[in-house]
Protein backbone atom coordinates (compact mmCIF):
# COMPACT_ATOMS: atom_id res chain seq x y z
CA UNK A 1 0.00 0.00 0.00
CA UNK A 2 1.46 3.23 -0.86
CA UNK A 3 0.15 6.72 0.80
CA UNK A 4 0.90 8.86 -2.09
CA UNK A 5 -0.69 12.82 -1.56
CA UNK A 6 -0.10 13.18 2.21
CA UNK A 7 2.14 15.85 3.71
CA UNK A 8 4.00 15.33 6.64
CA UNK A 9 3.92 18.73 8.83
CA UNK A 10 7.40 18.52 11.14
CA UNK A 11 8.05 19.85 14.24
CA UNK A 12 9.42 22.93 13.31
CA UNK A 13 6.56 23.40 10.60
CA UNK A 14 7.83 22.48 7.80
CA UNK A 15 6.01 20.28 4.98
CA UNK A 16 7.05 17.25 3.31
CA UNK A 17 5.60 14.73 0.97
CA UNK A 18 5.16 11.79 3.08
CA UNK A 19 8.03 9.07 2.90
CA UNK A 20 7.62 5.16 2.94
CA UNK A 21 11.79 5.00 2.89
CA UNK A 22 11.75 7.39 6.26
CA UNK A 23 9.60 5.34 7.91
CA UNK A 24 11.09 2.36 6.75
CA UNK A 25 14.88 3.36 7.86
CA UNK A 26 13.56 4.55 11.12
CA UNK A 27 12.00 1.05 11.90
CA UNK A 28 14.74 -0.56 11.24
CA UNK A 29 16.83 1.42 13.24
CA UNK A 30 14.35 0.11 16.04
CA UNK A 31 14.30 -3.55 15.02
CA UNK A 32 18.11 -3.87 14.95
CA UNK A 33 19.41 -7.60 15.81
CA UNK A 34 15.99 -8.16 16.65
CA UNK A 35 14.19 -11.66 15.66
CA UNK A 36 11.25 -10.14 13.33
CA UNK A 37 10.85 -12.02 10.05
CA UNK A 38 10.84 -10.20 6.88
CA UNK A 39 7.32 -11.11 6.30
CA UNK A 40 6.37 -9.63 9.90
CA UNK A 41 8.71 -6.23 9.25
CA UNK A 42 6.26 -5.60 6.26
CA UNK A 43 3.20 -6.54 7.84
CA UNK A 44 4.25 -4.02 10.48
CA UNK A 45 4.81 -1.43 7.91
CA UNK A 46 1.52 -2.15 6.09
CA UNK A 47 -0.51 -1.88 9.55
CA UNK A 48 1.11 1.62 10.10
CA UNK A 49 0.45 2.87 6.76
CA UNK A 50 -3.08 1.76 7.23
CA UNK A 51 -3.60 3.25 10.03
CA UNK A 52 -1.95 6.22 9.05
CA UNK A 53 -3.92 6.71 6.17
CA UNK A 54 -7.35 5.38 8.29
CA UNK A 55 -6.43 8.33 11.03
CA UNK A 56 -6.31 10.97 8.74
CA UNK A 57 -8.79 12.53 6.12
CA UNK A 58 -6.99 15.54 4.98
CA UNK A 59 -4.00 15.85 3.05
CA UNK A 60 -1.86 16.66 6.09
CA UNK A 61 -0.25 14.85 9.13
CA UNK A 62 2.04 15.88 11.38
CA UNK A 63 5.27 13.93 12.03
CA UNK A 64 3.85 13.38 16.22
CA UNK A 65 1.04 11.96 14.86
CA UNK A 66 2.91 9.46 12.53
CA UNK A 67 5.22 8.33 16.00
CA UNK A 68 2.64 8.24 17.77
CA UNK A 69 1.04 5.17 15.06
CA UNK A 70 4.81 4.26 14.79
CA UNK A 71 4.90 3.72 18.87
CA UNK A 72 1.50 1.96 19.29
CA UNK A 73 2.61 -0.79 16.84
CA UNK A 74 5.53 -1.19 18.13
CA UNK A 75 4.05 -1.74 21.23
CA UNK A 76 2.49 -4.44 20.34
CA UNK A 77 5.57 -6.37 18.14
CA UNK A 78 8.60 -5.47 20.12
CA UNK A 79 8.84 -3.53 23.72
CA UNK A 80 12.91 -3.38 23.42
CA UNK A 81 12.33 -1.68 19.59
CA UNK A 82 9.52 0.39 21.20
CA UNK A 83 11.85 1.95 23.62
CA UNK A 84 14.44 2.50 20.89
CA UNK A 85 12.10 4.30 19.15
CA UNK A 86 10.73 5.85 21.81
CA UNK A 87 13.78 7.47 23.16
CA UNK A 88 14.35 8.93 19.65
CA UNK A 89 10.60 10.22 19.20
CA UNK A 90 10.25 11.29 22.76
CA UNK A 91 13.57 13.01 23.33
CA UNK A 92 14.27 11.73 26.36
CA UNK A 93 16.25 14.29 28.38
CA UNK A 94 17.96 11.73 31.34
CA UNK A 95 17.58 8.60 32.65
CA UNK A 96 14.79 8.95 34.83
CA UNK A 97 12.23 9.61 31.41
CA UNK A 98 13.27 6.39 30.24
CA UNK A 99 12.82 4.67 33.36
CA UNK A 100 9.14 6.10 33.08
CA UNK A 101 8.76 5.00 30.03
CA UNK A 102 9.46 1.37 30.96
CA UNK A 103 7.54 1.73 34.24
CA UNK A 104 4.85 2.24 31.71
CA UNK A 105 5.50 -1.43 29.71
Do not use: C, H, W
Not at 25 to 50: C, H, M, N, S, Y
Not at 86 to 91: D, E, H, K, L
Amino acid sequence: MEILDLIVVKRNGERQPYSKEKLVAGLKRALEKRPITQDAFKKLVAAIEQEISNSTSDTEITSAQIGDVVMKQLKKMDQVAYIRFASVYRQFSDVEEFKKELRKL
